[in-house]
């Protein structure tokens, strides 16, 4: 199996005590207390002021994190290839839609159905950057993180340049709640890009022998967010950023699939 | 592509669908799914209902799962990707499929059965049943493959970019052989959604007419086990894929088909070709207005006058996040069987199609076909197919 290796040029985050990375960063390394109320409605710099205001929620925590990545990162949207994953999309819209139907299926929203796609953060996300590269929107179930985290270093390797890869999910409104246990809005993003020289850890990914245990950050806050929001799987690997020493994780990326990572400075 | 089969309302499998295609005899029918079906025509697979899932994936026992056990029993397909996992190891086998709609069905049916509380009565509550990646986890459990596993959903390109996601894990060396294709079925969301656009035609989808008034929805299952070429010279060739984006607009087309062309070619420059070596072209062709005027321009643009090119969707209707493989397995039929099909339903041609749009089946065979697919969200992918026995 080879070994993928990218340098971590720009990170971006965004979800309840964790608003940005340099914040999220301070918490992550015991410097700063986590605050678990509510952030602000996500106003993703990178996105028109119009769809700022009218997109769904999805789209604006994957774009808040994206923009700040690709700030980070000093890198021109347009010209990053990008890979969107979510556990579940867009649920607020789905609950919308199923609920519609049953009561007057006539009268579904075009605009609501259009935004139901899964790849919906990942066509505004395009049309808003002027990006023409391939978009790509995945789901891995609760291993989303780490199968997007797959696919871009993939990506990376296949081209030689850097991709745009964000994870992202909202909370299970209505009936859907007893079944999908997300209460909490989360995204993260990083930019990718082959182990050049510039500044950025380098991460190393292989796959793990099989029964790796899965790493997770040691903190009750982030157990919670974690049962909240699979895609705050994540926080193992911001965590590890964080500290920018040499480090090796463990994470999901499938149900006997778990992706061993190494960072280092 | 050592295997490869193809199940929707033009047939249960391969050989079926070349029997539909060749014949020239459509699947679509007047809509009679749901209790309250719109005034349109679709594209059904018939006996889903009868056709539960293997006892042990009960708890993700849906419409989309049921079709997806169809199609993998078809054309041999089960035990040639079992043989593989045998030959390669399970964990050295990816499955990537792709879908738009995945279980959907299962959660409409679970908001018309709330409890008082407003919960899902305990048999709809399993989360799995409810996520896109439903279908992926029944394929990969159901094979016992434990490679490299995701779900595309870039609506109606998803399992056409799934090829391409294969071939890069394949080289890369993080898989010897992967099971693509994808899924999609028939449910509220997707009739009453493409109805609030005014996408449907309230008759048989007829893809470049001059009079088309828009899609048919159908359903179907495909799929494809890739190997590296050396595993079977003779079997047809994946030789080249394109990915784009049009950064246009969520559901419409960029008027030049900027994306499109972007994608035709990356996928040529990918294979080493020119757009003079391509016989056949399976074109999107939805049958939308928007669709086919701008797709319609750019194939007249890009391909010589020897190039055929047509829209299968009479056939089968437009299958969304299932359109990719189906008509990937199309273009194989074509590579295999010696014939390249023309288009259903389509009387006078939109006087933008040129010399390449095919009306009647040609019989002639090709040697290199390439499918295009067009998602919202203006998202592209195009993938090139030749005869097995290349280099």
């Keep these: 199996m080879s070994e993928l290796v990218v340098r971590v040029a720009g990170i971006g985050v965004y979800g309840p005590g964790l608003t940005g990375w340099p914040v999220a960063a301070a918490v992550l390394r015991g410097e700063r207390e986590f605050d678990g109320a509510d952030p602000p409605r996500p106003a993703p710099g990178l996105l028109p002021a119009a769809e700022r205001r009218r997109a769904p929620d999805t789209v604006l925590y994957a774009s808040q994190a994206a923009t700040e990545a690709c700030a980070m990162a000093q890198a021109d949207p347009a010209q990053l290839p990008c890979i969107f994953s979510s556990t579940q999309g867009d649920i607020a819209i789905t609950d919308y839609m199923c609920a ?33 590269e391939p978009a790509t929107a995945l789901s891995a179930w609760t291993d989303s993180v780490g199968a997007g985290l797959l696919e871009a270093a993939i990506q990376v390797a296949d081209s030689g340049a850097p991709v745009l890869f964000a994870a992202y999910d909202v909370a299970a409104p209505g009936p859907l709640h007893s079944a999908v246990p997300f209460d909490r809005a989360f995204a993260l993003a990083f930019v990718l890009a082959p182990p050049d020289s510039a500044p950025g850890m380098r991460l190393a990914l292989r796959r793990a022998a099989d029964g790796a245990a899965r790493d997770a950050v040691d903190a009750d806050w982030a157990r919670a967010l974690r049962a909240q929001n699979a895609s705050a799987d994540g926080l193992a690997l911001l965590q590890a950023l964080a500290a920018n020493a040499p480090r090796t994780l463990h994470i999901g990326a499938g149900p006997q699939l778990t992706l061993r990572a190494e960072f280092a400075p | 592509m050592t295997a490869y089969t193809a199940t929707s309302a033009a047939g249960r499998g391969s050989t079926a669908f070349h029997a539909s295609l060749r014949q020239r005899r459509g699947g679509l029918r007047s809509n009679d799914f749901g209790s309250d079906p719109l005034p349109c025509w679709i594209g059904r697979v018939d006996g889903l209902e009868d056709e539960p899932v293997p006892g042990e994936f009960a708890t993700i026992d849906c419409r989309n799962n049921r079709l997806a056990w169809l199609g993998l029993q078809q054309d041999g397909f089960l035990a040639a990707a079992r043989e593989a996992i045998a030959r390669y190891g399970a964990d050295r086998v990816a499955v ?41 986890a029944f394929v990969q459990g159901l094979l016992g493959a434990t490679g490299p596993a995701f779900t595309v959903a870039t609506a109606c390109s998803s399992s056409a970019k799934v090829f391409a996601q294969a071939e890069r894990l394949i080289r890369l060396g993080w898989a010897d052989a992967a099971i693509v294709g994808g899924v999609d079925t028939l449910c509220g969301s997707v009739l009453y959604g493409f109805n609030a656009l005014q996408l449907v035609s ?13 899609i048919s929805i159908g359903e179907a299952a495909g799929f494809a086990l890739l190997e590296r070429v050396a595993a079977r010279a003779d079997a047809p060739q994946l030789l080249g894929w394109g990915e784009s984006s049009d950064a246009h607009h969520m559901s419409s087309p960029h ?32 049958a939308t207005p928007a669709n086919d005027a701008v797709e319609a321009v750019v194939v007249a643009e890009t391909f010589p006058e020897t190039t055929r090119a047509s ?59 390439l499918s295009s697919s067009f998602g919202f969200g203006g998202n592209n992918a195009v993938l090139v197919f030749g005869r097995g026995g290349r280099a």
């Excluded at chain 2, 309230?202 to 828009?214: I, L, M, N």
Aim: charged residues 15%; aromatic residues 6%.
């Design chain 1, 100 to 132: 519609t139907l049953v009561q007057t299926p006539r009268e579904l929203s075009p605009t609501k159905f259009h935004n139901s796609v899964h790849n919906a953060a990942a066509g505004y996300w395009s049309i808003a950057t002027g990006c023409r």
């Design chain 2, 96 to 136: 990537v499929l792709g879908t738009s709609t995945a279980s959907i069905g299962a959660t409409e049916e679970a908001y018309c059965r709330v409890d008082e509380t407003g919960s899902f009565i305990p048999s709809y509550r399993d989360f799995l049943l409810h996520s896109p990646h439903s279908l992926v």
């Design chain 2, 202 to 214: 309230d008759e048989p989808c007829r893809p470049f007419d001059v009079a088309r008034r828009g």
């Design chain 2, 255 to 286: 008027p030049q088909g900027l994306g499109a062309r972007l994608a035709i070619a990356g996928a040529l420059e990918r294979a080493g070709l020119a757009a003079s070596a391509v016989d056949y072209v399976n074109m999107h062709g939805t």
């Design chain 2, 311 to 369: 829209s299968t969707k009479g056939w089968t209707g437009h299958t969304l996040g299932a359109a990719g493989i189906v008509e990937a397995v199309a273009c194989l039929v074509a590579l295999d069987r010696g014939f390249m099909p023309g288009t259903l339903n389509c009387t006078a041609p939109d006087p933008a199609c040129g010399p390449q749009f095919a009306i009647d089946n040609v019989e002639r065979a090709p040697q290199i076909a």
